[in-house]
């Protein structure tokens, strides 16, 4: 699991200046098992900094997304970008009801990741296995079970 100050460290490598802003958006993004939105963060880093700009918040996203040590997911049938800074291989399961994203290890994807570097020679930085589903809570509540349209999922 990634620490607040590796994607902290990550930023100043980056040259951007480490505010207690981007601290805060840091320490959110490594301790959060919500996979939050920008909007989300926003949220949670604008009640300990009133003056903070959703600029902020998104440059600060697409900075430690562009240096692979967090994730981009996408939407959870919610029609919003969630962030993951687990980027240790895994499989996200999204519930389509509710929208909550979970982390689920599997050392299938381990191995996977270790077969696509063996092959190609590339250095991943990053995967994304998403599934879409429900959750067993929504199916406890009897959420409908309908077929997964393109436009919920962006998948074919």
Known sequence: MITPQVLTMTLQQAGMRITPQRVAICKLLAESEEHPTAARIFEQVKVLFPSISLATIYNTLETLVNLGVVNVLGHAG??????????????NLACIACHRIVDLPSEHVTHLDHEITAA???????????????????????????????????IQ
């Open 120 to 154: 190609s020679g590339y250095k991943l930085l990053g995967a994304r296995v998403l599934y879409y589903g429900l959750c067993p809570a929504c199916q406890a509540a009897g959420s409908p079970s309908h077929p997964l349209r393109k436009s919920q999922t962006g």
């Open 78 to 91: 919610d029609d919003q970008v969630h962030y993951d800074a687990e980027v240790d291989p895994h499989v």
